[in-house]
């Protein structure tokens, strides 16, 4: 009963998202991943919704191991990635004011993507491994390209947060194919980790501390423009907070990665404690920043 309403309503909200296309007028490769992504969601959550059938005692003559790999490669690739994928290519160029770069990489990479979740989906899943990295690949030139080409050239805790994490998904991506080649799933669980916690962690973060004091400046002090004085966004953000959040992720990823590969307890324990930590760091500069807000109510806005 949970699952069916769980099902319904990202059906729903899947419904609302391809919606949103209706009126596009100008495709480009932005608006290709993210309506994509819309069509991988409605496969994910419905290979999840025949696997929990599945569990509940449905006999569909269906493998469940194999439903379960299908429906996580799927969802994480099919969909969250592709978002990732098509809000990055307008967040990149926006935040590091590079113009004019060439999209062919992430043209190939939307190939890519699709054909290896599609081959995925009738078991193949070798070739899909194979796919789905080159595509990754080819997002992380991309990527490289747009920083490399910015305009903004001072190197702040938004590009270094980036780097670190594309670098963590280029090591996810060889682990995961070492580990596939090999026969291993620990070291796809390691390559999981690392683009989980490595790369989704620092690219989310990233943007946080460019998104946030953006909102909120827009929302409560830009009506003070002229009439007071305002603080600029770089002076909403405490950098020596960013870096040592940065810096403890950072190692924190790396070292709970080696415990995992080593079997190293320690290793482990001490890598969720600079995440612990990082973390924390984290919510004081994010709240910090929100606290700007009583600027503006302090000024009626």
């Not at 439903?67 to 099919?78: A, D, E, F, K, Y």
């Not at 924190?252 to 924390?280: E, P, R």
């Not at 760091?281 to 929100?290: D, Q, S």
Request: hydrophobic share 55%.
């Amino acid at each position: 009963g949970g699952g069916t309403l769980v099902f319904l309503s990202l059906a729903w909200f899947d419904l609302l998202f391809m919606a949103s296309f209706l009126h596009v007028r100008n495709w480009s490769i932005i608006t290709g991943f993210l309506f994509t992504a819309s069509l991988w969601l409605f496969v994910g959550i419905s290979l999840g919704f025949v696997t929990l059938l599945g569990f509940s005692g449905v006999d569909f003559g269906f493998d469940l191991t194999s439903l379960i790999i299908r429906h996580s490669v799927v969802s994480l690739g099919g969909f969250v990635f592709f978002v990732v994928m098509g809000v990055s290519l307008v967040l990149l160029p926006m935040f590091s004011l590079s113009h004019g770069v060439s999209q062919i990489y992430s043209k190939i990479s939307f190939l890519c993507m699709n054909l290896g979740l599609f081959t995925g989906i009738f078991g193949q899943f070798l070739l899909m491994s194979g796919l789905i990295s080159a595509g990754l690949i080819f997002y992380i030139i991309q990527s490289v390209l747009i920083l490399k080409n910015r305009m903004r050239k001072k190197r702040e805790y938004w590009f270094y947060h980036l780097s670190f994490a594309l670098v963590y998904l280029l090591i996810a991506i060889f682990v995961g194919l070492f580990g596939v080649v090999v026969g291993d799933e620990y070291y796809l669980k390691i390559a999981l980790w690392l683009m989980l916690v490595g790369f989704g962690f620092h690219f989310i973060v990233g943007h946080l501390y460019k998104i946030l004091p953006f909102l909120v400046w827009y929302e409560f002090i830009s009506p003070l423009v002229g009439k007071a004085k305002v603080p600029m966004l770089h002076e909403m953000i405490d950098e020596k907070s960013t870096y040592i959040q940065l810096c403890l992720s950072s190692f924190g990823a790396v070292i709970y990665a080696l415990g995992l590969a080593l079997h190293v307890k320690t290793f482990l324990g001490l890598g969720a404690l600079c995440l612990f930590v990082a973390s924390i760091f984290l919510i004081k500069v994010l709240y910090g920043t929100y606290k700007f807000k009583n600027i503006g109510e302090k000024n009626g806005n």
